[in-house]
């Protein structure tokens, strides 16, 4: 069983930073595509950005130069650092990982909520 947990969520006012962890655990030979999502309020889930297990970075437009993930192999976890955020970033954050066990499955955390506003 594969399990990712996020943490880091909670209440900010706008400007100000967040950093949203998600960390892996179960039974894992290796991890490779992670990334961030967000569901705002009666909005569809949205791709926020990725991290390759090399490191490689992709990020939506709406967050380029305000967000940046990173990742630990070694604790088979992911961060994303959030920077000016804005009430429009008000989601729950949700995290998936393209995990390889006996077989290649995608997995979801639950998500953390992050809500910005003054």
């Known amino acids: 069983q594969v399990q990712l947990v996020e943490s880091g969520g909670g209440l900010v006012q706008p400007g100000g930073s967040l950093r949203l962890s998600c960390a892996a655990s179960g039974s894992i030979f290796v991890i490779y595509d992670m990334g961030w999502y967000r569901q705002a309020p009666g909005k569809e889930r949205e791709l926020v950005g990725i991290?390759?297990?090399?490191?490689?970075?992709n990020y939506a437009d709406s967050v380029k130069g305000r967000f940046t993930i990173s990742r630990d192999n070694a604790k088979n976890t992911v961060y994303m650092q959030m920077n000016s955020l804005e009430p429009e970033d008000t989601a729950v954050y949700l995290c998936?990982?393209?995990?390889?066990?006996?077989?290649?499955?995608?997995?979801w955390g639950k998500g953390t909520l992050v809500t910005v506003s003054s």
């Open positions: 991290i390759t297990r090399g490191g490689s970075t």
């Open positions: 998936n990982a393209y995990i390889w066990t006996a077989t290649m499955h995608s997995y």
